[in-house]
C-alpha cells in the first residue's frame, strides 16, 4: 500500500465525470487499499479515485456509526438518491465542509440530511448503504467527485469568490497541482 498525491481544484480529473469500472482486478484492489491509506494519512473523512489523478467511479468513506462504531468501506460504480434538500441558508457552524482537493478550507453548503447509495464492493458483491446527517453529507460529497463537482461548485456566489481568490493566491486552479498526505504542511 502507498498514500497517494491529492489532486487540488484545477485538476482536469477533478472537473469530469469519471468511468464506471468494468472489471474488478487486482489493479483496482491496490488503487482502493491505496486510496484507504490516502484517506487516512490525510487525514480525510472519503476519497474519490479523481482526487488521486484515477478517473474512475470509486470512493472510500470513514466516519463513526450512531453508536460511535467504525463505518468504513468503498463504493464501486456507486448511484445516489437523496431526500430533497431543506431550503435556506446553510447554517456556517454545523454545515460547514471541506475537501482534500481544497486543502485548508472550509465553506458551508446546505445538503440532503438523508443519502441512499448502492453499488458494488471489491468482491463485487451489492452494496446498498442508507444514512442520513454527516455519514449523507459525505456520501453525496464524494458521489459529487465522480461527476467532477467540488463542492466548492455549490457554495454560494460570495464563497466562491474567496475561493478563487485563495486558488489564485496558492497557486491553484491549474493542471498537476497536488499535496501529499503526510508530507506537504496543509491543514486539510
Not at 118 to 139: H, M, N, Q
Not at 148 to 173: E, F, H, P
Amino acid at each position: 500500500m502507498a498514500v497517494l498525491p491529492i489532486c487540488i481544484m484545477g485538476d482536469p480529473v477533478l472537473h469530469a465525470p469519471a468511468a464506471p469500472v468494468d472489471v474488478i482486478t487486482d489493479e483496482i484492489r491496490t488503487l482502493v487499499a491505496d486510496m484507504l491509506e490516502t484517506m487516512d494519512a490525510a487525514p480525510g473523512v472519503g476519497l474519490a479515485a479523481p482526487q488521486v489523478g484515477v478517473a474512475l467511479r470509486i470512493f472510500t468513506y470513514t466516519y463513526p456509526d450512531d453508536d460511535g462504531a467504525p463505518w468504513r468501506g468503498v463504493i464501486i460504480n456507486p448511484e445516489l438518491w437523496i431526500r430533497p434538500i431543506e431550503p435556506g441558508e446553510p447554517d456556517p457552524d454545523d454545515e460547514a465542509e471541506g475537501c482534500l482537493s481544497v486543502p485548508g478550507e472550509r465553506f458551508p453548503l446546505r445538503r440532503s440530511d438523508a443519502a441512499v447509495v448502492s453499488g458494488t464492493d471489491l468482491d463485487g458483491a451489492p452494496v446498498r448503504i442508507e444514512v442520513s446527517g454527516w455519514r449523507a453529507r459525505i456520501l453525496q460529497h464524494e458521489f459529487d467527485h465522480l461527476d467532477g463537482v467540488l463542492y466548492i461548485d455549490r457554495i454560494d456566489d460570495s464563497d466562491w469568490k474567496t475561493v478563487q481568490k485563495i486558488a489564485r493566491k496558492r497557486g491553484w486552479n491549474r493542471p498537476g497541482v497536488s499535496w501529499m498526505p503526510g508530507v506537504d504542511d496543509v491543514d486539510a
